[in-house]
C-alpha cells in the first residue's frame, strides 16, 4: 500500500511539474510551509492527495465544499486564538447541528507542512479513519497560523457525506 501511495504522491509531483513554463526550484504545495504570515494551504492539493489515497483503498473521490472549507477554517482560527486544538468531537457536533451529514474531523497542530500533517494523520488510526470515511463526499481544509504559538500552526480537515 505504501508503494502505492508513493506512487501516486509522485504522480502529482509530476503532474505540477507540466506546466507550459518550468520554474526552477518550486516547491511542490505539499511541502510548503504554512509556519509564516499569509501561507495558505493547497486545498486542491490536500483533494488530490487524500483522494489518491482514498482511491488506493478502494473509496471514492472528495470534493471541494465552500462551507465545509469556511468551517475549516473558522475552526484553525479559533484553535489559533486559542492557542490549544480543539476537541473533533465538540467541532463535529457543532457541523452537525450545522446540517452536515456524517461530519468528520481532524483537528491538529506543530505540522508545518501539508505533506507532514498528510502522513501525520495517516499514521494515527483515529485519525486515519477520517481519511478513510466510506461515508465521506466532500472536504474542507484550512490552516491558521501564530508565531507565538509553540505549535505555530493549527490545521481542521473536515469531510462530511453529500446532502440528500
Not at 55 to 78: I, V
Not at 100 to 128: D, K
Request: proline share 5%; aromatic share 8%.
Amino acid at each position: 500500500m505504501k508503494s502505492l501511495l508513493c506512487s501516486s504522491l509522485a504522480a502529482l509531483v509530476l503532474a505540477g511539474c507540466q506546466t507550459g513554463q518550468r520554474q526552477a526550484h518550486q516547491t511542490p504545495s505539499f511541502y510548503t510551509s504554512m509556519a509564516n504570515s499569509g501561507a495558505v494551504v493547497d486545498a486542491v492539493m490536500a483533494r488530490d492527495m487524500i483522494g489518491a489515497y482514498r482511491r488506493n483503498n478502494g473509496l471514492g473521490p472528495l470534493t471541494l465544499d465552500p462551507d465545509l472549507q469556511a468551517a475549516a477554517q473558522a475552526e484553525a482560527d479559533a484553535m489559533a486564538a486559542a492557542d490549544k486544538p480543539s476537541s473533533a468531537e465538540a467541532f463535529k457536533g457543532r457541523l452537525s447541528s450545522a446540517g452536515f451529514l456524517a461530519p468528520g474531523a481532524n483537528l491538529s497542530a506543530g505540522y508545518h507542512t501539508l505533506a507532514e500533517a498528510f502522513s501525520g494523520w495517516r499514521e494515527s488510526p483515529q485519525h486515519n479513519r477520517v481519511l478513510l470515511d466510506p461515508k465521506a463526499t466532500r472536504i474542507g481544509i484550512a490552516t491558521a497560523y501564530t508565531p507565538n504559538s509553540k505549535y505555530k500552526v493549527y490545521w481542521a480537515l473536515v469531510v462530511a457525506a453529500d446532502k440528500p
